[in-house]
Every structure is written in C-alpha cells, then in structure tokens.
C-alpha cells in the first residue's frame, strides 16, 4: 500500500429521516418514512424492521405498514443545513484542512497527524492509561483511552486483543503490520470520540469505518450499520508465506458494482464479459439493480486480468487512457485519491427534479420558475457572506437564509464571495417505445450552456421578479436549442446548475486580489488615528482659556472632527495649512508668544520668509546669486 493515511469516513445512518427525529425527538420510536414525489427515498430502522424499504412506493409502503408517519422531503433546505451544521462541527477536531464532504451524509477526514502525533507519545510499557491529545498546544484537551484495544468491531472478527497484539487470523503481523495495527488502534478511539461527541451535542448516530484509503473506510463502514464501527485490521499487502491478505478478503465478497469508482455502465461491461452474455436487469424502480451478481474475486480471478485486459474492455470515446489501471486497482483495493482538502466556496451548485412525464411548454417552464428561485437562492447562501465578513461563507443561519429569498437590509448587507460565469441546463428524454412495448432505460443527459447573466447576481430584485428574468433571458434560448420541436419531449428529469466559479476579491488568501471598496470603507476608522486637523481658533478667546485653565488639544481636534469629518474637507484644510506656513505668518497679530515664534524657525532679513534654520543658509544663497 502507498497511502499512508489514516482515513475516518463517517457516515449518518438515513440521514434524512434522522434530520426529521432531531426535530421532533417522540419520532425515533415510530415507523419514518420520508417522501419524494410518490417514493419512498428512505425510512429511519423502525421502519425497516417493520418491512420498508428505500425507493418503495408510498401505496406500497402504506399498505404493508398502516401505521407509518410519512414526512414531505422534497425541500432539501434542513437536510442542507444540518449536513452543513455536522460537518462544521466535526472539520472543528481536524488539525489539517483536509475534510471532505460526500453528498449530505457523509464525511472523510484525514487524520494521520493527529494519530502520528499521539503514537509518538504513547508509553509502550502502559498502553492501557494512554490519553489521546486532541490539541497540540493544551495538553489537558483530549480523553483517556485503552491503546492496547481496538474499539468497535474489527474484519475480520479478532479474539481479545490483548492475546492478539502479534496474531491476526492471516497468522503472525509483520513489524510494518504490527505499526499499522497501532495506527488503527487510535483512530478506532479517535472516530469514537467522535461519535459522541456528535450524537451528544448535534444528536446524530453515526456509522465509521477505519482504514488506510476511502474505497476500504468507506466499504468497511457499511459492514456494522446501524451505530457501528469497524476496522479493517491487518495485514493489507499479500505475505510471501501464504499470500494472505485481509483486503483482497474483504474485497473479494463484493459484488463489482458495490466498489466505490466502478459506475453502472462499467460494472455491466465487466459482467458482461465475467458472464459470456449481458447480466440480467431487474425490473422496478432501482435503475441499475442486477438481478445476477458477479464478485470481485470472479474478476480478479479471470484469465489474464490485469490493466490491460480492463483497458481494452472499456476502452471507447472520450475513454481516459488510464481507466483499466485504476479499475483494476480498485478490483484489489488500492486508491490513490486524496481526502479533498476544505474548499471556500463549491465547484458547482445544482438543482435538478425528476418527473414522470413533462410534455407541455407551459409545464416546463413553470418547472423551470421554480428551479431557478431554488438555484438563485442556493447561490445567495452559499456564495454570498456579510459585508464586513464576519461568517464564512455559506454558513448563513436557517433564519437567516429564509430571509435572503427578498430583499431587505440582510441581502442588501452581504456581498458575493463568488460569481459562477456559466449556466448550464441538462434534461434527460425518455427513449421511445420499443416494438414490444417496452422501453429502454437510459441514463443520459443532454445539456447546453450559456453566460451567466449578470442580473442574477443583483440584490435589489425580489426572488420571483429575478428567477422570471433567467428564464425569460437564459433557461428558455438553452432549453430551445436543446429541444427544437414544440412538444413531446416527454422529459424524465430537468437539471439548472451554476458551475465555472470565479472568486471575488476579499481578504481571504484564496480572493483574487483585494477588495478595493471595502478597503475605502475602512480608510477613515484606520487612519483616524494620523489624522491631521487644522483648529481656528482666535487668539482672545484661546488667552482667555489658558487664563482659565481650559485649553485643551484633544476638545479642539474633537471639535473640528465633529464639524467636518470627510475626506475632501481633509484635503481643503492641509491645503490651506500649507499656505499658511508662507503667507500668515508674516501678520504679527496671529502667533504673538515668544514660544511659538522661536518653534516656526528664523525669519530671512531680505524677504521676511520664515523657514527653519537648517534651510536659512541655502535660502540666502539664493539671494546671493545674480539676476
């Protein structure tokens, strides 16, 4: 294995209906069901037990269990908001950036600096009273643990761990393996705590898995659901012994379109050709689903497998040249792929919905209206912050993202972070019928893109006003060229989505340079404190305060601040302060104390010029020169 990362994927368990249970707590004991349209998209494990099932039918549903509470979730705002809420709060652990969101429900987080770090201070002679610092500069913040012990559940299962510190049930570790078994104990502990800490402060279960890269954390985690963890223990690299490895084990019972990075169409040609004829397809509403399951160990096992073989098999147009070397590395558990590092701001925001028939022009475009408030305002949470940048970005409050659908002082007060330069339409028409009254499944999509216009981007039009005007400017020319002839598209799906991102100056690292208009805005605050004033103030009244004891510098520049504070009044009084050094001061009646007269300097006895006196010597040279 060349990945030496330690990899902690967190997964929360029917995320949707578990979103609905933390808002009303009474809901974890009864049959959930969340609905879209007319499926079910998930159901919290009541209802599981009692027989639902994922993308189930609603009459379905009802008819097998009577008793089920049925929730509308076709708005995905909470869902958005309580995957952003889950992730914030566990990126705040993380002593690296890299944290990497998958879809709402789940989290990859890289850790192996937090794992190395604690490794090196674990004392070998009492592994059992170790305690896992969670902050490198505050000793006390962290939690005390067992690091002789794996927490959780482990593949394969292992007997007490004590006895199993130098055995495995591939037979004796290696010291590489035995320094990994290590590495694999603290993060065990390390996604624990974790789990905790969400489930007592958010109020989510989680499910994990622990191991070396995303495919084998990500497959692992889904061994022990629901509120489980599992580590794949070791060893990972086949010993020369007896070939042994618990990755190709674990691996090996997966059917090939379960490995994470091997899509549908990839996973049909391999059992295709596994198979010698196409594999069955099931009927009903899983696209995908295979009634003929093909294992990776079946794939591995072929004669002359290997990338070149997985090459020439999927080779095609637009076919990256590398894809038979990274399935057939995925087929033995290997990835390469990094956790993604935290990003400002997404690559893209997309909105899309799905239908059982859109053939009408007036229904698409009332589909469109729609789908383009939803886009515009996704973009005013996501992509805007307050002016004076306080919050980051896409971290608006529910209460707070509610109120950016109109315009008022909020949306007027924030600025965008980033502006996507490309809007891009996608619809996906149903195939025609075939002879036997059939129809084909498809999955492809057809799509156009134009500029963005730039009125998307305004604050000052109500939501309903500016989504029209996409649609009018944008959506219907894309959706035209798209789809030519007047009816019958009979549409499956319609996708708006806003990519292309372009970041907007700030003072943010990642800002494309600074932003000027916020700078001004803070120029009068920053340099108030070197401002200059000039104060005229007439020479009886200023006697008659000295003679009171009430002269004081600072009432005077308060006094001038208050009755002229811009900057072009700033620039008019240095301008005359200016003159005054050449001209005022030749008026005896002005500055008449002896104090202030020897500070101005000496006062040329040809031209009365009053300057200081490392300039009075150079001045009278002047008069020295001839005409």
């Not at 929730?71 to 566990?90: H, P």
């Not at 594999?279 to 899983?286: C, K, N, Q, T």
């Not at 096992?301 to 590395?329: I, S």
């Amino acid at each position: 294995m060349l990945i030496k990362a330690d990899v902690t994927r967190t997964l929360k368990d029917c995320f949707y209906a578990a979103v609905f249970e933390r808002e009303d707590p009474k809901l974890k004991y009864l049959p959930l069901a969340v609905q879209q349209k007319q499926i079910i998209v998930t159901c919290n494990y009541e209802a599981r037990r009692r027989g639902l099932y994922k993308l189930q039918l609603v009459r379905e549903a009802k008819k097998h269990c009577p008793d089920v509470i049925i929730v509308l979730g076709e708005d995905l705002t909470r869902f958005r908001n309580a995957s952003k809420d889950n992730y914030n709060f566990l990126k705040a652990y993380m002593w690296s950036d890299k944290v990497e969101r998958l879809g709402f429900d789940e989290v990859f987080m890289d850790v192996s600096d937090m794992i190395d770090y604690n490794a090196a201070l674990l004392n070998q002679r009492n592994l059992a009273a170790s305690f896992f610092h969670l902050d490198r500069d505050d000793p006390t913040i962290g939690f005390a643990f067992d690091a002789s012990r794996v927490f959780g559940h482990t593949y394969p299962m292992a007997p007490t761990y004590s006895d199993s510190l130098c055995a495995s049930s591939a037979g004796p570790l290696t010291n590489d393996s035995l320094d990994l078994h290590l590495r694999l104990r603290l993060g065990s502990h390390l996604a624990q705590h974790l789990r905790h800490e969400l489930e007592e402060q958010k109020g989510y279960a989680s499910t994990v898995g622990i191991s070396t890269n995303k495919l084998i954390s990500k497959l692992v985690g889904n061994v022990n659901k629901p509120k489980g963890q599992t580590v794949l223990l070791p060893p990972y690299n086949s010993r020369p012994s007896d070939g042994k490895s618990n990755v190709l084990q674990f691996i090996d019972e997966h059917d090939i379109g379960k490995i994470p990075g091997i899509g549908f169409k990839i996973a049909q040609k391999i059992r295709s050709h596994v198979l010698g004829r196409p594999a069955a397809l099931s009927a009903g509403l899983v696209y995908g689903a295979t009634k003929e399951d093909v294992k990776t160990r079946d794939v591995r096992m072929l004669e002359n497998a290997g990338p070149e073989l997985f090459g020439r098999l999927l080779a095609g147009p637009g076919t990256p040249k590398d894809l038979g070397g990274k399935v057939w590395g995925l087929i033995n558990g290997v990835d390469d792929s990094e956790v993604a590092k935290v990003k400002e701001v997404p690559q893209q925001i997309s909105i899309e919905d799905s239908y059982i028939r859109l053939n009408k022009f007036e229904e698409v475009k009332k589909e469109l209206k729609m789908l383009g408030q939803s886009l515009i305002k996704r973009m005013r949470i996501d992509l805007t912050c307050p002016e004076d940048g306080i919050d980051d970005v896409g971290t608006a409050s529910k209460r707070e993202g509610d109120r950016l659908v109109g315009v008022d002082s909020t949306v007027k007060s924030r600025r965008w972070v980033a502006h996507p330069r490309t809007l891009r339409l996608s619809t996906r028409p149903r195939p025609p019928l075939n002879p036997d009254g059939t129809r084909s499944r498809t999955f492809t999509r057809i799509s156009k893109s134009c500029s963005m216009p730039f009125s998307i981007f305004s604050f000052n039009t109500g939501l309903d006003s500016l989504a029209e005007k996409v649609v009018e400017e944008a959506l219907i020319p894309l959706f035209r060229r798209l789809h030519p002839e007047k009816s019958h598209w009979d549409l499956s799906l319609i996708n708006i989505c806003a990519t292309n991102m372009s970041l907007t100056a700030s003072d943010r690292i990642s800002g494309v340079g600074r932003d000027i208009g916020k700078m001004f805005r803070r120029q009068e605050d920053a340099l108030k404190e070197w401002r200059l004033y000039d104060v005229d103030i007439s020479p009886s009244s200023t006697d008659d305060k000295e003679q009171q004891g009430q002269v004081d510098d600072s009432d005077r520049m308060q006094h001038n601040f208050n009755r002229d504070d811009n900057l072009e009044g700033f620039m008019i009084r240095c301008e005359e302060a200016r003159m005054s050094t050449q001209e005022s001061y030749q008026g005896e009646d002005i500055w008449d104390s002896e104090e202030d007269s020897r500070d101005l300097g000496d006062t040329c006895e040809i031209c009365g010029a009053v300057m200081p006196y490392f300039a009075m010597m150079a001045h009278e040279r002047y008069h020295s020169l001839p005409d």
